[in-house]
């Protein structure tokens, strides 16, 4: 059996998953290669099934990567499907999820070239401080916070974002601070385990904890938000963070190129494997 796994070159990080997962496909008689989805030479005509890892560079250019995931997927088995990585590739998903009734945190998402004042932003709505990122983004590239004396120059950022594409404005949620932001791993049908993670921000280091328990109420949230695409998808990963009043808020969605956080659990890292090895055959 035969696998590609995509990636992205040059890599702007280590991904701690890979080499564990090559292994682990292996040892299941898989032969898994890693291959760049910007590869030029790739020959990603030939229907060799593909499953999406570390892309970590498709932001730069999404319309290229959103050609790529649909040409790959027209000849051969892509996880997660084209459909799922367009749907999930810019930020205004966190909108939809809001409308249809999921507690997400507040998101204000601004049209590119559009205007908006950063400073009314935050009295209309109460928020202490704020945070500012482009819609389509990965490993908080263009992800700034800013405090109630900084809104000027997160003005300044705020416009830089909206003259090359949309760009979203939250309130920073105080309890990343201590409980942190949780991240819950899903894959192949159920949730497997969940990381705790600091906030991390353009230009700094992600410092990730062992694997922890996922709270009931944060299952309940991760499932349902998960629910329209559960049978379409082999991996995903839920971001939560919880409220003034405890209640944990969906962050972010993870659909298209989590990391996965394998190190901290033998377990996820087995499902990943046999899940795979299930859909190749």
Not at 8 to 22: G, Q, S
Not at 215 to 235: F, N, S, T
Request: aromatic fraction near 8%; proline fraction near 7%.
């Amino acid at each position: 059996m035969q696998l590609r796994i995509a990636t992205c070159r040059p890599l702007p990080e280590t991904d701690p998953d890979e080499e564990l997962l090559l292994a682990a496909l292996r040892d299941r008689g898989i032969e898994a290669r890693m291959a760049a989805w910007n590869d030029p030479v790739e020959p990603w005509g030939e229907p060799v099934p593909t499953v999406i890892r570390s892309t970590w560079d498709y932001y730069h250019d999404l319309e290229r990567f959103l050609e790529w995931a649909r040409a790959a997927g027209s000849v051969a088995p892509l996880w997660n499907p084209f459909e799922v990585v367009r749907w999930n590739a810019h930020k205004g998903y966190l909108d939809e999820l809001a409308r249809s009734g999921h507690a997400v945190v507040p998101t204000l998402i601004f049209a590119r070239g559009s205007r908006a004042s950063l400073g009314a932003i935050a009295r209309e709505h109460g928020w202490t401080d704020v945070v500012v990122k482009p819609a389509v983004s990965a490993a908080s590239f263009g992800t700034r916070r800013f405090l109630p004396g900084d809104l000027r120059e997160g003005e300044t950022h705020l416009a830089a974002l909206l003259a090359e594409g949309d760009a979203l404005v939250q309130p920073y949620v105080d309890s990343v601070d201590d409980n942190g932001e949780r991240a819950l791993v899903w894959i192949d049908g159920e949730f497997t385990h969940a990381v705790r993670k600091t906030p991390r921000f353009t230009g700094q280091e992600e410092q990730v904890s062992p694997a922890v328990p996922i709270e009931a109420d944060e299952l309940e949230l991760g499932r349902a938000v998960l629910a329209p695409w559960a049978a379409e998808i082999l991996y995903a990963r839920v971001d939560v963070a919880r409220d003034e009043r405890g209640r944990p808020r969906v962050m972010e969605l993870e659909l298209i190129e989590p990391s996965l956080f394998l190190m901290q659990s033998e377990p996820a890292l087995q499902r990943l494997a046999d899940g795979i090895r299930r859909r190749l055959r």
